[in-house]
């Protein structure tokens, strides 16, 4: 009977550390999305900080900037 005691209380405290050392890891940050925009030209979409920019419209190379001007 003492043997069954010790099992319980031994699977009680794994559990309880197990449980509170899975909170305690550090959860990374989730990435911030990133806006998309679309080439007015060939209609590709690109993240907005690597887009050339000519007024409203958005573009994905100098040569479909050019093009469209």
Known sequence: MRILVLIAIGLL??????????????????????????????????LEQEALRSGDKYYCSKEHLETDQ
């Open 13 to 46: 405290l794994y559990v309880i550390i197990g449980n509170l050392l899975r909170r305690s890891r550090a959860v990374p940050p989730k990435e911030i999305a990133e806006k998309m925009v679309q080439c007015h030209h060939c209609k590709l979409h690109i």
